[in-house]
């Protein structure tokens, strides 16, 4: 298996626009994650999945975000209007259950809001 | 509340030497413990991970520790290698169905 797949690696976008990163998990994982990761909080989770089905959502910053995952083998995380304070790097995870179990997690998506 | 925090935000070894990484946790009801590494440009990647039925587990060149007692979790690293520079994550899980928590993070900086 390929692991975790993210795209875009990186995204520079000006203030304003609408940007979405996307994920590929792990085949046979049925939970997913999104997180953000910067250098003042860290890892936090923004929202996860259960067989494609949101189940917390409330690390959500705003309602300028928003994660859909429209079957078990793609998700993605949409900010519109992006902001500066938006940049950070993302990252999706994958896995098989969430308790007692490791997580996968992608390359992440470096995003730079100008 | 609930938190994972560590001790030391950096951490700078002599390659050869054994490093230690520490981690608290401050939900005694946690009972799943990941440590992992994360390498500059990189997503973290699993390194070990204990649970609370245990003290003390090996895996290669790494050996965690977890006391329960002070709720204190430690990564400990032998012959500490150039490739051992980077960010070491310690995670909580509790409730069973909880997502990870995952705490700062130590940069650990191997010098040659």
């Known amino acids: 298996d390929a692991g975790v797949i993210q795209s875009p690696r990186h995204e520079v976008t000006e203030m304003g626009q609408e940007v979405t990163l996307r994920c590929k998990p792990i085949?046979?994982?049925?939970?997913l994650f999104w997180y953000r990761q910067t250098m003042m909080r860290g890892l936090e989770l923004l929202i996860y999945?259960?067989?494609?089905?949101?189940?917390?959502d409330s690390g959500m910053p705003e309602d300028r975000f928003s994660a859909k995952m429209p079957n078990a083998s793609f998700s993605t995380l949409k900010i519109q209007p992006s902001e500066p304070r938006d940049s950070a790097v993302y990252f999706c995870?994958?896995?098989?259950?969430?308790?007692?179990?490791?997580?996968?997690f992608g390359q992440g998506t470096r995003l730079t809001v100008v | 509340g609930e938190s994972v925090g560590l001790h030391l935000p950096t951490l700078s070894v002599q390659e050869g030497d054994n490093s230690i990484i520490n981690c608290a946790y401050s939900?005694?009801?946690?009972?799943?413990f990941i440590w992992y590494k994360q390498e500059s440009g990189k997503g973290p990647q699993f390194i070990i991970d204990?649970?609370?039925?245990?003290d003390k587990r090996q895996g290669q060149r790494v050996t965690v520790l977890l006391n329960k007692t002070v709720k204190h979790l430690s990564l400990q690293i032998a012959a500490t290698q150039p490739g051992d520079s980077a960010v070491y994550f310690c995670?909580?899980?509790?409730?069973?169905?909880?997502?990870?928590?995952f705490g700062k993070g130590t940069r650990l900086s191997v010098i040659a």
């Open positions: 995870a994958s896995s098989r259950s969430t308790g007692g179990t490791e997580a996968f």
């Open positions: 085949s046979g994982h049925d939970y």
């Open positions: 999945f259960n067989n494609n089905v949101p189940i917390d």
């Open positions: 939900n005694s009801a946690s009972d799943y």
């Open positions: 204990i649970r609370s039925n245990m």
């Open positions: 995670a909580e899980n509790y409730s069973g169905n909880t997502p990870l928590v």
